[in-house]
């Protein structure tokens, strides 16, 4: 017999995609000395419970296969029998089906070994049939996208769906990662998941949208109510139950940098934000009366009221969405930042219409002052009064300091009145098109002017929010150019999307692929507009 690993045999590139927008990879390999042809399927089934990878092989060729698995070293494999392994994860049970009516399986369980009744072709056709069937939920914008558009929203919500932890031991179940493996941000952070939700409601997968605000509520923080740095408390200052920064795999608060954190306070909007969006689609009034009086209104609402009153009437220091560490160290620091006080705004909205559906009118009321007082802190400190251009803190004074595209929420989440600010719009979009825009190709957008290679990148998100900006200010065409920039771009990679493009040449990079600072945005794109 000739041995041949499927490795050594030619891989089809342009065979190589994910099965009808779904979780399922297929790959075609081509043996060079007879031209026999397999096909490769690779995916984590939705029909089973725990952790598994399944490998299912098709040829028509007389091939016969078996296993030979290559571990991670840091797994620490030890091989305790013909089909089971430790590691340092758990016992990993490897199973095989033999070749049947020219499929192939290969199963790997984790934990508990699972006794598959069916074939190969079986397993495969159902795995197929349960994306088929959850996309049928999915819902679509009447009208308005393109084939390439849809193929692109229909692959971002499987990749929400992929992203979304199914361990239901700790605190784990229902935490939207911010990136896929073998993206490093394979992390849950407040702000990723609140725009991963959003983006699974309106495309109306409620419960996957349900489990996401759930675990933001089962989750265990609080451990930065009260922390100096260098004498300073930059605590949130009272108990509450948004993450400053992200989650360990178990849900517990975590943040970076040990004695000089991240403490970022946009969370807390953010997740108001994804809440109301829930509760109007879903109608599920039960789930916010449930945890409206225990959880919501105390540990995240009234925390936003908290942490901006002062006199400034904005926010108070942060490291916000760029995570600035709170040490002051060139671009680090923080500081009042826009986004923090944006978020806090829009928050406190969804915060006051929640109150008002459930007839808590004192804190509707106090909500309601609360936000007019933000949005008066907003005018007066966070606008270059005489460029008019809207900045990324109150202490970045220069435009070329303060230039930063995550202000440009203020107008997606409709702060600012198009009509009565028609020139602070106009000259902030500008400032945009001249400190941040690629330099070497027609379109995209750097994050800001922090100067560090990461920051100078074109970030997806950013061109996202800005084209849905662009878009309801009714600047149609350049909308267009840039999501459709956007949605080339994928097309031409599986239809998933980078955390960024290259300058140079518009590689991918970063974290690939991303989930909310991605398919969550671009999903976003296309509703309420």
Partial sequence: ??????????????????????????????????????????????????????????????????????????????????????????????????????????????????????????ILSKEISWWDSWHKQSQLPNGVMSEKQINVYLQSLAVLKMSQCRETTYHSYGQIMASLPPGVWNICWVRDGSYAINGLVQANHLQEARDGLMFFLNARAGQYAQFLVDGVDYGVGVPYQISVCRYYGDGTEWSDGDSDPNIELDGFGLFLWALESYIIKSNDLEFLNKHWNSVIKPLIADVIVFVSNNSLRLVQKDSSIWERHIRLNGEDGARHYTYTTITAIKGLQSAIRLADLINDSKSSKIYTITRESLLDGFKEHLIDLELQVIRDSMEHTQITQYVDASVIESINFDLINSNANSTLIQNTLLAFDKYLIMRTREYGYDRDLGGSV????????????????????????????????????????????????????????????????????????????
């Fill in 454 to 529: 990461y920051d100078t990148q074109e970030w997806i998100v950013m061109d996202l929010r800005i084209a849905r900006a662009l878009n309801i200010l009714q600047q149609t065409k350049k909308s267009n150019d840039l999501i459709n920039w956007v949605v080339n771009q994928s097309s031409l990679n599986f239809n998933i999307m980078a955390e960024l493009y290259d300058v140079l040449l518009a590689n991918y990079d970063g974290a690939v692929p991303m989930c909310g600072f991605g398919p969550g945005a671009y999903i976003l794109y296309f509703w309420n507009m």
């Fill in 1 to 122: 017999n000739t041995w041949k690993m499927l490795s050594y045999m030619t891989l089809n590139i342009e065979q190589v995609g994910y099965v009808d927008n779904g979780g399922i990879v297929s790959a075609v390999f081509v043996d060079d000395d007879t031209g026999d042809v397999v096909e490769a399927y690779f995916f984590c089934s939705f029909l089973e419970t725990h952790g598994n990878l399944n490998i299912i092989l098709k040829t028509n060729s007389t091939f016969q296969f078996f296993s030979q698995i290559t571990w991670n070293p840091t797994l620490g494999i030890k091989q305790t029998s013909n089909t089971t392994f430790t590691s340092t994860i758990g016992t990993i049970f490897v199973t095989e089906d033999k070749k049947t009516s020219g499929y192939y399986g290969i199963f790997i369980d984790l934990s508990s070994p699972l006794t598959r009744g069916n074939s190969g072709q079986d």
